[in-house]
T-cell receptor, first 117, second 117 residues
Framework: GAVVSQHPSWVICKSGTSVKIECRSLDFQATTMFWYRQFPKQSLMLMATSNEGSKATYEQGVEKDKFLINHASLTLSTLTVTSAHPEDSSFYIC?????????????FGPGTRLTVT | AQKITQTQPGMFVQEKEAVTLDCTYDTSDPSYGLFWYKQPSSGEMIFLIYQGSYDQQNATEGRYSLNFQKARKSANLVISASQLGDSAMYFCAMRAYSGAGSYQLTFGKGTKLSVIP
């Protein structure tokens, strides 16, 4: 089946620094990737939709200047948390839609656990 | 706007017994898809089963079946012959058109299933 990887799987950073999280589709091309955030014991909340070669579409309430998304190729999207603060600590999950697969299929990465100290 | 409701925060089931996890949804879009995902403690989202709004028959995938009642807007997940490895969070999600050629997944709050030996 289709595989999506995320790197790093976990990261600890100091308050005020920036962190970049990569999301890669390993064996398929993805024109669209999605970024979610999940706080402990809560559901996944969509942050933004990332389309290859164009600007990301952010959900209401998500600061686009704080969460920078770049989808430079059909296999890679990155999320950069700028000037991270402790409240940004969360589990970040990406997913990708297979360009050549069934229209409903969406594959999830294993997630990145971010802790800001 | 799309909404997914999972009213069971937690469920217990005896090993080898069947269990039903409830999910109701609300959407004005005539074309939509319903998903169930399993999230073990490791955090990865595992796709279990999909039901399209126009599918005539209930979806089945091994021990998983989806009890789709369109008029009642419910899409309950039935797990037969529960196993200890089924202990996890289960999320119901709906895929619906969000405009500009894009589809999004909206997740419910999840149900934590615990399988008792």
């Amino acid at each position: 089946g289709a595989v999506v990887s995320q790197h790093p799987s976990w990261v600890i950073c100091k308050s005020g620094t920036s962190v970049k999280i990569e999301c890669r589709s390993l064996d398929f091309q993805a024109t669209t990737m999605f970024w979610y955030r999940q706080f402990p014991k809560q559901s996944l909340m969509l942050m933004a939709t990332s389309n290859e070669g164009s600007k990301a579409t952010y959900e209401q309430g998500v600061e686009k200047d704080k969460f920078l998304i770049n989808h430079a190729s059909l296999t890679l999207s990155t999320l950069t948390v700028t000037s991270a603060h402790p409240e940004d600590s969360s589990f970040y999950i990406c997913s990708a839609r297979d360009l050549g697969g069934y229209s409903y299929e969406q594959y999830f990465g294993p997630g990145t656990r971010l802790t800001v100290t | 706007a799309q909404k997914i409701t999972q009213t069971q925060p937690g469920m217990f089931v005896q090993e080898k017994e069947a269990v039903t996890l409830d999910c109701t949804y609300d959407t004005s879009d005539p074309s939509y898809g319903l998903f169930w995902y399993k999230q073990p403690s490791s955090g990865e989202m595992i796709f279990l089963i999909y039901q399209g709004s126009y599918d005539q028959q209930n979806a089945t995938e091994g021990r998983y079946s989806l009890n789709f009642q369109k008029a009642r807007k419910s899409a309950n997940l039935v797990i037969s012959a529960s196993q200890l490895g089924d202990s996890a969070m289960y999320f119901c999600a709906m895929r619906a058109y969000s405009g500009a050629g894009s589809y999004q997944l909206t997740f419910g709050k999840g149900t934590k299933l615990s399988v008792i030996p």
